[in-house]
């Protein structure tokens, strides 16, 4: 089993920077490929961003490619989404996901799930 807790979420104004990270225990989570998903009020889960097991794979939703930078940490068994020049529109409940099989985090099946953490951008 796997256990993903997310943090760092908060209220900021459009802009302004902030960093969320996912803490992954149980498994061999340094192994997993992970991911950022988010969920604003009324809308479908959408992907955001995904990295590979070893970091060197990377991919973005077009919508944050340029402002948002996903890594991480395999010592840690954590992986980070650094936030740069939010939206309003970034407004959201963002989760962490992780898979052993990269594509199923590309695909929106992961295996595991974080329990989300809010990011609110203020006008």
């Known amino acids: 089993q796997v256990q993903l807790v997310e943090s760092g979420g908060g209220l900021v104004q459009a802009g302004a920077s902030l960093r969320l990270s996912c803490a992954g225990s149980g498994r061999t989570v340094r192994n997993y490929a992970m991911g950022w998903f988010r969920q604003a009020p009324g809308k479908e889960r959408e992907f955001v961003a995904a990295?590979?097991?070893?970091?060197?794979?990377?991919d973005y939703a077009d919508s944050v490619k340029g402002r948002f930078t996903i890594s991480r940490d395999n010592a840690k068994n954590t992986v980070y989404l650094q936030m740069s020049s939010l939206k309003v529109e970034d407004t959201a409940a963002y989760y962490c996901a992780a898979d052993p099989d990269r594509r199923a985090v590309l695909a929106a099946g992961p295996a595991y799930w974080g329990q989300g953490t809010q990011v609110t951008v203020s006008s």
């Open positions: 990295i590979s097991w070893s970091g060197i794979a990377r």
